[in-house]
């Protein structure tokens, strides 16, 4: 999303997406992402994130949880990749297993944080995104 | 003003004694860091929300090892959400429980998880009794006039 606030400057406002069944986890990304005016939605499970861009919505940015019931990270991520979006995906988990890791990587995340996030691992995800940001 | 110094000084040394005594970490640090005037009680709501959340859990999984059959997947997966909820708001030794108590889940030993049930439970106890002075003085200093710093 773009808008212009004089002839010489363009603001980016990016949006994002923060998937996660844990209630407590996805109120603190949230706030993490509103503090740096980051638009931003959050829902609790992966079918929601896939239900989401089936109605259309699209986000710079998704904030993936690996456990969640109904669907997990994996099967959402593999799921909307299958469905072309392109959006940078980040997977964000408390499993530290590297064969998980690996497994969640594949499935097609863009990077892989370990929970809990924090401010300077999400400036490092959005200016992934945008340098400028 | 003398008075609201005191108070102030006495909620920097309680603050800091968490932090010493291991119930907190820096997890919580940023939390505060995250509060701001837009959302000047978000720290008390995300907390809020972990009572509430490690209410349920423990509830839960004192339910599930009363069965007379034993679900470890489902015990394993509460203790993975009580796990990250604890994490993330850094509640460090209801944390460190939790690491132990998925351990016993995956060995299947019941004996293991009983213990580490009422270990999680006096961990939680603690912590929740330790933020809510916590909040109480907050709450006093800003009554008295004087400001918290983060």
Not at chain 1, 107 to 133: C, T
Request: charged share 25%; with cysteine.
């Amino acid at each position: 999303m773009e808008s212009q606030n004089n002839n010489q400057n363009l603001t980016i406002q990016l949006t994002a997406l923060v998937v996660d069944d844990n209630k407590v986890n996805r109120k603190i990304h949230q706030k993490m992402l509103d503090n740096v005016r980051v638009k931003n939605l959050g829902v609790k499970n992966g079918k929601e994130a896939v239900d989401i861009h089936c109605d259309g919505r699209r986000f710079d940015l998704i904030l993936m949880d690996l456990d969640m019931p109904i669907m997990n990270g994996i099967e959402a991520t593999k799921e909307l990749r299958s469905m072309g979006i392109s959006s940078m995906i980040v997977g964000v988990s408390s499993r530290c297993t590297e064969a998980e890791i690996q497994k969640f990587m594949e499935a097609g995340l863009n990077d892989y944080h370990e929970k809990p996030l924090n401010i300077a691992k999400l400036s490092s995800i959005l200016h992934m995104i945008n340098p400028n940001y | 003003m003398d008075g609201i110094v005191q108070l102030q000084r006495q909620l920097v040394d309680y603050n800091a004694s968490l932090f010493h005594e291991g119930f907190l970490d820096d997890q919580f640090n940023q939390l505060q860091q995250l509060q701001d005037e837009s959302n000047p009680d978000f720290v008390v709501e995300v907390v809020t929300l972990f009572f509430e959340d490690a209410d349920r859990l423990l509830n839960e999984l004192t339910k599930a090892l009363g069965q007379p059959s034993i679900d470890f997947k489902r015990l394993d997966a509460h203790v993975h959400q009580l796990k990250g909820s604890s994490s993330s708001i850094g509640a460090q030794r209801v944390h460190r429980v939790c690491i132990s108590f998925r351990n016993s889940c995956e060995e299947q030993n019941v004996e293991g998880c009983l213990k580490n049930l009422q270990q999680v439970k006096h961990e939680y106890s603690l912590v929740k009794s330790k933020l809510e002075t916590l909040f109480r003085m907050e709450q006093q200093v800003l009554a008295a006039g004087g400001s918290v710093s983060r």
